[in-house]
C-alpha cells in the first residue's frame, strides 16, 4: 500500500472546490484526520506462544455525528490506509445526508492463517485496547474485509464487559440475535444494484443486452453478481483473489456461489439441485477482467486496482466502484477522458453504512424493522442522492465523483461552518454556501 494513499485521497478534493463556496477554515479541517491511534495487541496462539498485532482506529471527521466506520483484518493494513478509507467515509456519510462522521479501523494480520479460537482473542483485544475511544456516541464499529457478524458480536460483547452494560450500538453489522438488523449482510451489495437500477434507463442499458464484469467475488461482490443474474443482466465474468472466469453467454452466479461456498474454490458450473456440472469458460487474471470488453465494470475487492499502468487497457463504457478507492487519481484522468463514465465509491458502495444506519437506530429506540422496510428505506436514499449527483454533474459538467464530492462538500461545509469560521468572528456572519438538496 503507497504511504501517499491518503494523499492521493485528498486531491480528489480539488476539482470539487472549484464548484462550492466553502470557507477556508473547513477545508483547513478537512485536509487531516481528527484522531488516529496505533495500538499494540497482544494475542495468546493455541500453542500457548504470544504474538504482538499492530491495530489502527481513525475518526477523521466528526462534525456532522459521531465516527462511523468498518475494521478490516489484512496482512497489508497500514495506518495510512485506514487513514484513507476514514476519509472516504467522512464523504460517504455526507453523501448519503447520514448524522454521521466517517472512521475506519484496522488490524495487520492474516486472518487465514489464524484459529478461531485466535481470532476472538484478537477480537477482543483488539476491542479491550480502543474502548476508550469508541462507543455509542462517540464512534461506531462495523465489519470490513475479512471481518463478518460473529467477528462484531465479540468485539460488541467485549465493549459491553468492558462497560459493564449491554452496549449494543457501538457496533453495526452483528448477528440478529444480538440486536442486528436484517439485511445488514447483503447491504452493500443491494445498495449498489439500486444505484445501478436506476441509473440504467438514463445510460440507456437494457439488462439483457447488458454485459459485466466484477472483480471480487466476496461479501460484496458475490451478492451483487446474483442480484444482477436474476434481473436479466449478463454477468460474463468474476474473480476472486485467485483469479477469475469468464463465458461470453454469461455465467449462472446462483450455482457458482453455492459451488465456492462448499469447495471454496472458483468454477463456471450449472448445479440441479446438488449435482454441480462445469460449463464451458475461459481461466483469467484479476488483470484480464479488468480489461475486458464490456458494458459494466464493477471493481468490488481491494483499492488501487485501476492505475496509470493499467488504465488503458480498460475498454468498459461504465465503472460503478463497489470497493473503497479501486481507481487512483491519475487513472481517473483518463478514465474521463476517454469517456468512460465511473460511478463512485462514496455513492455506490454507501448501502452498507446506510443499513448500518438503521441498525444503530433501531438498537436506540429497541424497535427492529422487517427486511422490506430496510430495502424500502435504503432504496429511497440510494436513489435519491444517485438522482441528486447525476443532476449535479450535468448542471455544472464534471464527473460523477466530482459532482459526489460537491454534494458531501456542501453538507459538510454547512456543519463545520456552523460552528464558527474567520469570516463570522471578523465579519460577523456566517459565508453563504452553494444550495444543495438536504
Keep these: 500500500m503507497s504511504d501517499s494513499l491518503l494523499v492521493d485521497a485528498g486531491t480528489r478534493l480539488q476539482a470539487a472546490m472549484k464548484h462550492v463556496s466553502i470557507s477556508e477554515d473547513a477545508i483547513a479541517r478537512l485536509k487531516h484526520p481528527k484522531m488516529s491511534l496505533s495500538v499494540s495487541i497482544p494475542v495468546r496462539m493455541d500453542d500457548g506462544s504470544l504474538t504482538i498485532v499492530q491495530g489502527y482506529r481513525v475518526r477523521y471527521d466528526d462534525t456532522r455525528g459521531p465516527g462511523k466506520g468498518g475494521v478490516r483484518y489484512h496482512p497489508n493494513v497500514t495506518l495510512d490506509e485506514v487513514q484513507s478509507l476514514a476519509f472516504w467515509m467522512t464523504f460517504k456519510c455526507a453523501v448519503l445526508n447520514l448524522p454521521f462522521g466517517g472512521a475506519k479501523g484496522g488490524v495487520t494480520v492474516n486472518p487465514k492463517a489464524l484459529s478461531k479460537l485466535e481470532l476472538e482473542r484478537l477480537s477482543r483485544g483488539y476491542i479491550d485496547a480502543i474502548a476508550d475511544f469508541i462507543g455509542p456516541d462517540v464512534d461506531i464499529l462495523a465489519p470490513d474485509v475479512y471481518t463478518n457478524a460473529m467477528i462484531m458480536g465479540w468485539m460488541m460483547d467485549q465493549y459491553s464487559i468492558i462497560r459493564r452494560q449491554i452496549s449494543p450500538a457501538v457496533v453495526t453489522g452483528k448477528p440478529i440475535t444480538m440486536g442486528g438488523s436484517v439485511g445488514r449482510d447483503v447491504a452493500t451489495a443491494t445498495g449498489a444494484y439500486f444505484v445501478i437500477e436506476s441509473m440504467a434507463p438514463k445510460l440507456d442499458l437494457i439488462p439483457q443486452y447488458t454485459t459485466i464484469a466484477i472483480q471480487g467475488f466476496g461479501k460484496a461482490g458475490a451478492v451483487l453478481a446474483e442480484l444482477l443474474a436474476k434481473a436479466g443482466y449478463k454477468v460474463v465474468a468474476i474473480s476472486d483473489s485467485q483469479g477469475g472466469i469468464y463465458a461470453k453467454k454469461g455465467l449462472d ?177 456566517i459565508p453563504a454556501l452553494n444550495s444543495s438538496p438536504n
Excluded at 263 to 268: F, V
Excluded at 305 to 333: C, H, L, M, W
Excluded at 381 to 402: D, G
Aim: aromatic letters at 8%; proline letters at 2%.
Design 253 to 429: 452466479i446462483p450455482s457458482i456461489r453455492r459451488y465456492k461456498m462448499s469447495s471454496q474454490s472458483l468454477q463456471a458450473v450449472y448445479c440441479q439441485d446438488t449435482v454441480c456440472n462445469i460449463v464451458e469458460h475461459e481461466q483469467l487474471t484479476n488483470a484480464e477482467l479488468l480489461a475486458l470488453d464490456v458494458d459494466i465494470l464493477i471493481p468490488a475487492a481491494l483499492e488501487n486496482q485501476i492505475t496509470q499502468e493499467n488504465v488503458n487497457d480498460v475498454r468498459a463504457r461504465y465503472i460503478f466502484e463497489v470497493a473503497n478507492g479501486p481507481i487512483n487519481s491519475e487513472a481517473d484522468k483518463v478514465l474521463d477522458s476517454k469517456g468512460i463514465l465511473v460511478f463512485p465509491d462514496i455513492l455506490v458502495n454507501a448501502g452498507g453504512v446506510t443499513v448500518s444506519y438503521f441498525e444503530w437506530v433501531q438498537n436506540r429506540s429497541g424497535l427492529y424493522w422487517k427486511m422490506a422496510k430496510v430495502h424500502e428505506n435504503l432504496k429511497q436514499k440510494m436513489v435519491e442522492e444517485s438522482q441528486y449527483i447525476w443532476s449535479i454533474a450535468k448542471e455544472l459538467a464534471v464527473s460523477l465523483r466530482t459532482a459526489a464530492y460537491v454534494h458531501a462538500l456542501n453538507r459538510l461545509g454547512e456543519a463545520l461552518n456552523a460552528k464558527g469560521t474567520r469570516d463570522y468572528y471578523v465579519n460577523g456572519r
